[in-house]
Antibody, heavy 125, light 108 residues
Framework: QVQLQESGPGLVKPSQTLSLTCTISGASVNSGNYYWSWIRQRPGVGLEWIGSVLYTGRRFYNPSPKSRLTISVDMSKNQVTLSLRSVTAADAAVYFC?????????????????WGQGTLVTVSS | SYVLTQTPSMSVAPGQTARITCEGNQVEKKSLHWYQQKSGQAPIRVMSYDDERPPGVPERFSGTNSGDTATLTISGVEAGDEADYFCQVWDSDYDRVLFGGGTKLTVL
């Protein structure tokens, strides 16, 4: 059974960098037709895709935070990391990591499953 | 840019049928997926590629995608179906994942 667990600081100061880690168990980050993704949910709002990365390094990012964003795969630790620079109050949210299926096209057209439980990030000085 | 539109909320009595819609321009041409999110929990997949039901999802859940509207149908609604439901596609024009705004299903 594949399980994902997000971890990282719950509180980040404005203008600083948010760093989150997703630890994968029950599967290898470099196996199967899967991207590894980050999705966030602001309080009372819907879901916002942040980005998806394949173990080969192929990446797709949401255009919105793209210039501040880096998502990477660490195969030695079986982890996926998110780095979001220059955070503002608008970046406060629950951050989820999720595995995303892709089809023969190689693009992340598929479903997200499973999801981690999510980690709450607050931005405040 | 491409947008997925969902009705923000709907209410259904137990035992009735809930039809949750997701509208987008020619959405039938996109691979569409549905998620259920209960309060305080992570979303879970309830429908894939329009009409494929994942293992463990009750047969009461079904999906269609035609024209500009995709529909998640829940037959014989139960109290435990009360949740937010989100649709999701891949927007190949901008190489990004899009979610609908979500529909809050209340079971009366």
């Amino acid at each position: 059974q594949v399980q994902l667990q997000e971890s990282g600081p719950g509180l980040v100061k404005p203008s600083q960098t948010l760093s989150l880690t997703c630890t994968i168990s029950g599967a290898s980050v470099n196996s199967g037709n899967y991207y590894w993704s980050w999705i966030r949910q602001r309080p009372g709002v819907g879901l916002e895709w942040i980005g998806s990365v394949l173990y080969t390094g192929r990446r797709f990012y949401n255009p919105s935070p793209k210039s501040r964003l880096t998502i990477s795969v660490d195969m030695s630790k079986n982890q996926v990391t998110l780095s979001l620079r220059s955070v503002t109050a608008a970046d406060a949210a629950v951050y989820f990591c999720a595995r995303q299926h892709y089809d023969r096209s190689g693009s992340p057209v598929g479903w997200f499953d499973p999801w981690g439980q999510g980690t709450l990030v607050t931005v405040s000085s | 840019s491409y947008v997925l539109t969902q009705t923000p909320s709907m209410s259904v009595a137990p035992g009735q049928t809930a039809r949750i819609t997701c509208e987008g321009n020619q959405v039938e041409k996109k691979s569409l997926h549905w998620y259920q999110q209960k309060s305080g929990q992570a979303p879970i997949r309830v429908m894939s590629y329009d009409d494929e039901r994942p293992p463990g999802v009750p047969e009461r859940f079904s999906g269609t995608n035609s024209g500009d509207t995709a529909t998640l149908t829940i037959s014989g609604v139960e109290a435990g179906d009360e949740a937010d439901y989100f649709c999701q596609v891949w927007d190949s024009d901008y190489d990004r994942v899009l979610f609908g705004g979500g529909t809050k299903l209340t079971v009366l």
